[in-house]
């Protein structure tokens, strides 16, 4: 796909507002979900956190390059594609650590957070939805945020299961689902922004 930015008719100062906006969202829930994650030892909680730095660092970098050239943007969409894989692979790094070494998740506090974890990432995916057919850098905060929604879902149907199950397995299981959610949208946006680079 073409970075032609037609499809994307906010101006550079309302990108600039609205990156902020998410960008804070993201990063004071990603301290929350992350304290909680080690409070309640659940893989789904400290896999979700991490995906929301990912997200933070996404929109960091879209932020840095508006008003940039063509290839700028191109460019911050692989490197945001590339620190989300990173992540993503260390999410499975965690879950294999649990696994061998065993964790407790604590259900109710896996729920309760991820709650709060799926309002925060549905206003995100409401205030970014305009952008998924606009400019790639653009298109990669709201392919995060989209893959968050699901993630949250995860971790929600997760803490559900280890309460009734009385197992910590579902709880590694979703983060191991998380962590392949991460990987996937960071070969989206690896594809996306070689793609605009080719046609640049």
């Known amino acids: 796909m073409s970075d032609c930015g037609c499809h994307d008719d906010i101006d550079p100062k309302n990108q600039r507002n609205l990156l902020i906006i998410v960008l804070v969202i993201n990063g004071v829930m990603f301290l929350f979900e992350f304290a909680f994650g080690l409070y309640a030892e659940s893989t789904g909680l400290l896999a979700d956190s991490l995906d929301m730095l990912a997200d933070a660092m996404v929109y960091a970098s879209a932020l840095y390059v508006i008003g940039k050239t063509a290839m700028a943007k191109a460019n911050s969409a692989m490197l945001s594609g590339m620190l989300q894989m990173l992540l993503g692979f260390g999410i499975i790094f965690e879950v294999i650590r649990r696994f061998l070494y065993g964790s407790e998740p604590i259900s109710t506090v896996m729920i309760v ?66 962590s392949s959610v991460v990987l996937y949208g960071s070969y989206q946006i690896l594809r996306e922004a070689m793609s605009s680079r080719s046609s640049i």
């Not at 850098?137 to 995060?144: D, G, L, S, V």
């Not at 949250?152 to 299981?173: K, Q, R």
């Open 113 to 178: 957070i991820s709650l709060f974890a799926l309002t925060a990432n549905v206003v995100c995916l409401v205030l970014l939805n305009k952008h998924k057919q606009g400019e790639v850098h653009m298109r990669a905060t709201w392919i995060f945020s989209k893959n968050d929604v699901i993630a949250n879902l995860g971790v929600i149907t997760a803490g559900i299961l280890v309460a009734y199950f009385e197992s910590a397995l579902p709880d590694l299981i979703i983060g191991a689902i998380i």
